[in-house]
């Protein structure tokens, strides 16, 4: 396998930090973590603190953004990549300050990147952030070229796992994988049903990174297992919209402010889980 184009995406994200355009990746080793919900959910609760957010659909081929958001784009990554538009003409408007940029479901093309369209990709990307408060990068599941290259780009890396032993496994093959980037990445524990269990899902986690790769990724968030999750993904509606108090929504809320800090906001992840499920043990 290819390693990612380390110093492009390198020098592209030294110039996007100079534009104070603040790139987040969100990313999972293992599919069905909940990851694209999730990217979703965080750039509404970003908008909703009056930031400027620009999602980009990275799971090229199997792209689900703009299903959650229950719009239907006209142009998408697949136009961008055989040179019929720029990926400013694909821009959709999906709430005040938030914008999509839809990649194209169902394009086998997509799913893996020659070099150079990946290059292409990256550079379209990176005048992309210019002017944004976040660019918000939802990826593919595992470790391919293109993802890999999409965690290089970012200031910040969202690791998305479960306590299911093959998340786990997964979480730590992307750590791996992912080279210098891994010192950026943060850990978000999707699906807990318990702070005991989050915790140890961490724990497990670092006690592998720290063993074999010396590093232990901090955890950013504590996203507890919320049936609200699954009802607004069957209305193809929004999460934090249609279910602004539930439990999943309060603790993307708190993520939202740990990515974006204003005065007196301080709580971490594990009383973030805690104040948004109060009757856990």
């Known amino acids: 396998m290819s390693r990612p184009p380390t110093d492009q995406a390198s020098a592209l994200r030294s110039r996007m930090a100079r534009a104070r355009g603040r790139v987040v990746t969100i990313t999972s080793g293992k599919g069905g973590v909940g990851k694209t919900t999730l990217t979703a959910s965080l750039g509404l609760e970003l908008a909703r603190l009056g930031k400027n957010v620009v999602l980009l659909d990275g799971d090229l081929g199997l792209a689900n953004l703009a299903i ?9 990554l697949s136009h961008v990549l055989a040179g019929r538009a720029s990926l400013a003409d694909c821009v959709v408007e999906v709430r005040p300050g938030l914008r999509l940029i839809p990649a194209g479901a169902g394009v086998a093309a997509l799913a893996e990147l020659a070099p150079d369209e990946r290059g292409r990709l990256l550079a379209e990307v990176q005048a992309l952030a210019v002017g944004a408060d976040h660019l918000l990068i939802d990826t593919g599941a595992g470790i391919s070229a293109t993802v890999l290259a999409l965690v290089e780009l970012a200031d910040r890396v969202l690791l998305v796992t479960t306590h299911e032993p093959t998340a786990l496994s997964d979480a730590y093959g992307l750590v791996k994988a992912a080279g210098e980037a891994a010192t950026r990445v943060e850990v978000v524990v999707n699906l807990a049903s ?6 140890q899902t961490h724990e497990r986690l670092g006690r592998l990174t ?6 232990t990724p901090p955890l950013a968030a504590v996203i507890p297992r919320d049936e609200c999750v699954g009802e607004a993904v069957v209305r193809q509606e929004p999460l934090t919209l ?3 108090y539930g439990a999943a929504t309060r603790a993307i809320n708190a993520l939202a402010r740990h990515l974006h800090p204003t005065t007196g906001t301080n709580t971490d992840a594990f009383t973030s889980f805690s104040l948004a ?5």
Request: aromatic letters at 10%; glycine letters at 4%.
């Open 194 to 199: 318990t702070n005991v269990q989050a915790r």
């Open 277 to 281: 499920v109060p009757d856990r043990r």
């Open 68 to 76: 959650l958001f229950n719009v239907s784009p006209r142009r998408d």
């Open 210 to 215: 720290a063993r074999f790769l010396g590093c």
């Open 242 to 244: 249609v279910y602004p």
